[in-house]
């Protein structure tokens, strides 16, 4: 009896393991992906891939990702890989939470968000994403926030809460840790045309169209920075106002140290001597 129940067992396995991999042979990748294009996309929200395929457990790859506004010429995000992963539970849950993880601009991230339905993908209710290695020069999102461009290697982690519209009914945190990177600057700040740095942290909050800098840390070989304060975020997020101050220290035979405030905006900040 007990030989007889092995088989049934294995012949079991060996059902399962089959029907899996013909649904994966089988698996419709091109109408899936049409379908999932389609019901996505909004004037607010457009995603277009190369290729689709089942990922196991239950999930999605998207490979050659761009996300993108039909109201904007640029593209916020592009992606080598997308892994999206669901529980099957998602369709009796209030927020349908979905596991995410992938490469872009040469560095990976792995999180989840939460959407409000299926039917509504932005913006999201939730999101919590890490991230390592990314390549700012490469993300046009981050060159377009900050109106000009900024080279280095980012990691760090971003979360989310919205209970409303993006920019006035949001809150979240980042810490961000940069590494080997320049910065140029909209005009010349003591001598220099640019910012240059061998490392960097930024902890932050934003909540309600304010984003609380609670440390912005850079060292570089000539100056480092230690600054706080706060940025109004702008509808244009580059002309989002400035409130920092802090200290400046000038490395080098004639060390100094010097406290300053810092104003305007993110493309034309203003430094003041204290």
Not at 55 to 64: Q, W, Y
Not at 215 to 225: A, M, P, R, V
Not at 226 to 231: A, C, H, Q, R, S
């Given at each position: 009896m007990s030989i007889l129940k092995k088989k049934a067992l294995w012949f079991t396995l060996y059902g399962i393991f089959i029907t899996v991999v013909f649904l994966y042979l089988l698996f419709p990748s091109d109408i899936v992906k049409s379908r999932l294009e389609e019901a996505v996309n909004s004037p607010d929200f457009i995603l277009k891939m190369e290729k689709l395929r089942p990922?196991?457990?239950?999930?999605?790859?998207?490979?050659?990702?761009?996300?993108?506004?039909?109201?904007?010429?640029?593209?916020?995000?592009?992606?080598?890989?997308?892994?999206?992963?669901?529980n099957p539970l998602i369709f009796f849950q209030k927020h349908k939470y979905i596991g995410l993880s992938g490469q872009a601009y040469g560095g990976n991230f792995d999180g989840r968000i939460g959407l409000a339905s299926l039917s509504q993908i932005y913006p999201p209710v939730e999101g919590k994403l890490k991230f390592k290695n990314i390549d700012l020069a490469r993300d046009s999102l981050i060159r377009t926030l900050l109106g000009r461009e900024i080279t280095g290697k980012a990691s760090g982690a971003w979360t989310y809460i919205s209970t409303g519209e993006v920019s006035k009914?949001?809150?979240?945190?980042?810490?961000?840790?940069?590494?080997?990177?320049?910065?140029?600057?909209?005009?010349?700040?003591?001598?220099?045309?640019?910012?240059?740095?061998?490392?960097?942290?930024?902890?932050?909050?934003?909540?309600?169209?304010?984003?609380?800098?609670?440390?912005?840390?850079?060292?570089?070989?000539?100056?480092?920075?230690?600054?706080?304060?706060?940025?109004?975020i702008a509808d244009d997020f580059k002309l989002s106002q400035l409130n920092l101050n802090g200290v400046i220290e000038i490395l080098g035979p004639n060390k100094a140290k010097m406290n300053v405030t810092i104003g305007g905006t993110l493309t034309n900040p203003i430094f003041r001597y204290i």
């Open positions: 990922s196991l457990p239950f999930g999605l790859k998207l490979k050659n990702i761009a996300i993108s506004s039909a109201s904007s010429t640029n593209i916020p995000f592009q992606g080598n890989l997308l892994d999206l992963q669901m009914n949001s809150s979240g945190t980042i810490a961000l840790f940069l590494t080997k990177g320049t910065y140029p600057l909209a005009e010349p700040f003591l001598g220099l045309k640019r910012i240059e740095f061998d490392r960097g942290e930024i902890q932050a909050q934003f909540k309600n169209g304010i984003i609380k800098m609670e440390k912005l840390e850079i060292f570089g070989s000539q100056i480092n920075y230690f600054l706080k304060g706060e940025i109004t």
